[in-house]
């Protein structure tokens, strides 16, 4: 268990949808990163918050879009869902002035 | 601009073979790198890292050295076992003209009883 949680642990909604996925990091950790993990694509790093701030973009949608609230959780809110946006998404967390990440378990959209 | 290349997989090995996952990076700075290991139906964890030049990181027997005159940070095990099976990810952070992190396309490793 690395002590970042993620929910909800699957999804399923249909195209055009707007959906939240939520992430708590680890204790005392300031920084929050959003990947998509999809079986052509690898893994694809979407944004990174550091203590509410946005500190890092990667390849995320306009579609897409993140925010960090004040008790450090975040939140990754996909809309006008496609298709290909059927994914396993991830946060992961890091303490601060360390690089190394600790992951969630994950959450699997699923768009129908 | 920066970038991570692993050597593709699938790799197949029988229990106790020795394992060589390559990794190589381009950065314009001064990288950590890590190796993280996602088994079937979990997330990523972090398996070892390193954040200089000449810097060996190591864990539950695998192995990596930090090889700045070569820009590789290749993973080595002595004798996998079945429960090895997994996907591995080499990565690296840095924070020049900006933060990023960059991730390997991942190597899929198959162990063999």
């Known amino acids: 268990d690395s002590g970042v949680t993620q929910t909800p642990k699957h999804l399923i909604t249909a195209t055009g949808q707007r959906v939240t996925l939520r992430c708590s990091p680890r204790?005392?950790?300031?920084?929050v990163y959003w990947y998509q993990q999809s079986l052509d694509q690898g893994l694809q790093f979407l944004i990174q918050?550091?203590?509410?701030?946005?500190?890092a973009k990667g390849n995320i949608l306009e579609r897409f879009s993140a925010q960090q609230f004040p008790d450090l959780h975040s939140e990754l809110n996909l809309s006008s869902l496609e298709l290909g946006d059927s994914a396993l998404y991830f946060c992961?967390?890091?303490?601060?002035?360390?690089?190394?990440?600790?992951f969630g378990p994950g959450t699997r959209l699923t768009v129908t | 601009g920066d970038s991570v290349t692993q050597m593709e997989g699938p790799v197949t090995l029988s229990e106790e073979a020795f394992l060589t996952i390559n990794c190589t990076y381009t950065?314009?700075?001064?990288?950590?790198l890590f190796w993280y290991v996602q088994y079937p139906g979990e997330g990523l964890q972090l398996l070892l890292k390193?954040?200089?030049?000449?810097d060996k990181g190591s864990n539950k027997g695998f192995e990596a050295t930090y090889r700045k005159e070569t820009t590789s940070f290749h993973l080595e095990k002595g004798s996998v076992q079945v429960s090895d099976s997994a996907v591995y990810f080499c990565?690296?952070?840095?924070?020049?003209?900006?933060?990023?992190?960059?991730f390997g396309a991942g190597t899929r490793l198959f162990v063999k009883a």
């Open positions: 918050y550091y203590n509410g701030e946005e500190r």
């Open positions: 390193a954040t200089k030049a000449d």
């Open positions: 204790s005392g950790d300031l920084s």
């Open positions: 990565a690296l952070s840095e924070n020049s003209g900006g933060f990023k992190t960059i």
């Open positions: 992961a967390s890091s303490a601060p002035g360390r690089y190394e990440q600790y």
């Open positions: 950065a314009t700075g001064y990288p950590s």
